[in-house]
């Protein structure tokens, strides 16, 4: 046999192992995206013992399929008790690719669900564990906080965005129909209710790396960041 086959053999197994490890990452990056029902896609990120979406969500629709409803007007919005969702300053075209959607607490109470199969809006419980994981409420923020001023207000404290997490800060709607703050503070639902009106909710702000917890109104809109299923 020829000492140059000899050479050639050495040469392409790399080249196979390259090749079929490609293959693998692909397939599995593949495989961790997940979708909800209107397609979006989103990746996930592990945090302690956790895995998080990397972005809030932004579908308009329930797991079955059915559409929450956009309510646009103010005098619309503060007369609701059912799930419903809009975008800030009513502009899907502006707001909807970077901050998501807002949705009342109502959509998360409704039993058609509202995060992608496997996944669920967190307890205060699994909040509390991410925010121990990350050393306390003064540092959490700055850590989950996505880097930089693109998107939050100067100077954006204490940002380093450590494990891709991302927290932008979509703002809200008020419970009377009013829109503010994007740019300036992220809002979250927790599934925790705090008796018949108000639920836990969790935030954090430009200006500092604190993140906190605060019993919010059921009426108001906030961004919902998905945690997936043990």
């Not at 109502?106 to 307890?123: E, F, K, M, Q, S």
């Not at 965005?161 to 703050?181: C, I, K, M, Q």
């Amino acid at each position: 046999m020829r000492k140059d086959y000899f050479i050639d053999i050495i040469i392409l197994i790399p080249a196979i192992l390259v090749i079929s490890l490609s293959s693998c990452r692909k397939n599995e990056s593949y495989n961790s995206a997940i979708t909800d029902r209107d397609g979006n896609v989103y990746g996930s990120v592990n945090i302690g013992t956790q895995t998080w979406l990397n972005k809030d969500l932004r579908t308009t629709k329930f797991n079955n399929g059915e559409l929450i409803p956009n309510i646009a007007d103010s005098s619309g919005w503060r007369v609701l008790n059912s799930g419903a969702f809009c975008w800030y300053k009513n502009d899907p075209y502006l707001n909807q690719a970077s901050y998501g959607a807002l949705y009342n607490y109502y959509v998360i109470a409704d039993n058609r669900l509202i995060c992608p199969a496997g996944w669920h809006v967190p307890t205060i419980n699994e909040w509390s564990t991410l925010i121990n994981y990350l050393e306390g409420e003064t540092v959490a923020g700055g850590r989950l906080k996505e880097k930089g001023t693109a998107h939050w207000a100067e100077p954006n404290k204490y940002a380093t965005d450590e494990f891709g997490f991302s927290a932008l800060p979509g703002g809200f709607r008020s419970t009377l129909g009013h829109d503010g703050y994007i740019g300036f503070a992220g809002n979250w639902w927790l599934s925790t209710e705090d008796g018949s009106l108000k639920a836990w909710s969790f935030y954090t702000g430009f200006n500092d790396g604190y993140a906190g917890t605060a019993s919010s109104f059921k009426k108001n809109g906030f961004s919902i960041r998905c945690i997936k299923d043990l």
